[in-house]
């Protein structure tokens, strides 16, 4: 079973404006001095490639419920958590600490005992739908109550 990230408007602007900011960088420089049209050639082409991927690990963001791991993957990076090593699902809006693959405010932070910082924190498009699939796969998986309220 695969599930999309939800994207929110607030994390479109904010990759929108760090791509804004990227390109200003890279750019105005280039306008105040007699830059030769190789500087333009590779400072374009630099901010192409970064540009493209940034937007491959916002929008490309899936979650995949495999045979015996849950994996989660964004652009090139990919994590694999065991679902015995996933101790608890929780709701978050802190998307901007911690290791993250997520496009949205309206978190879930999995707790486990796998990854770097021992959470990963993401935003499926149907929460509801994830967490069963999830609790049908880990049967000891605990759920923070204010989950379950917002059902």
């Given at each position: 079973?695969?599930?999309?990230?939800?994207?929110?408007?607030?994390?479109?602007?904010?990759?929108?404006?760090?791509?804004?900011?990227?390109?200003?960088?890279?750019?105005?420089?280039?306008?105040?001095?007699?830059?030769?049209?190789?500087?333009?050639?590779i400072v374009t082409a630099t901010f192409l490639v970064t540009t493209a991927l940034i937007l491959w690990i916002t929008f490309a963001?899936?979650?995949?419920?495999?045979?015996?791991?849950?994996?989660?993957?964004?652009?090139?990076?990919?994590?694999?958590?065991?679902?015995?090593?996933?101790?608890?699902?929780?709701?978050?809006?802190?998307?901007?600490?911690?290791?993250?693959?997520?496009?949205?405010?309206?978190?879930?932070?999995?707790?486990?005992?796998?990854?770097?910082?021992?959470?990963?924190?993401?935003?499926?498009?149907?929460?509801?739908?994830?967490?069963?699939?999830?609790?049908?796969?880990?049967?000891?998986?605990?759920?923070?109550?204010?989950?379950?309220?917002?059902?």
């Amino acid at each position: 079973m695969v599930f999309r990230s939800k994207s929110d408007p607030f994390f479109i602007r904010f990759i929108l404006a760090a791509i804004f900011i990227i390109a200003a960088v890279s750019f105005i420089p280039l306008l105040f001095d007699d830059a030769p049209l190789s500087a333009f050639v590779i400072v374009t082409a630099t901010f192409l490639v970064t540009t493209a991927l940034i937007l491959w690990i916002t929008f490309a963001i899936r979650y995949v419920f495999q045979e015996r791991h849950l994996l989660v993957k964004a652009g090139p990076f990919r994590s694999r958590i065991p679902y015995q090593s996933i101790l608890k699902v929780a709701p978050t809006r802190d998307i901007f600490t911690g290791y993250r693959l997520l496009s949205s405010r309206d978190a879930l932070e999995i707790i486990n005992n796998t990854t770097m910082f021992g959470t990963v924190k993401i935003s499926p498009e149907r929460q509801d739908v994830f967490i069963a699939e999830l609790k049908k796969r880990c049967p000891e998986l605990k759920i923070d109550e204010k989950i379950l309220e917002r059902r």
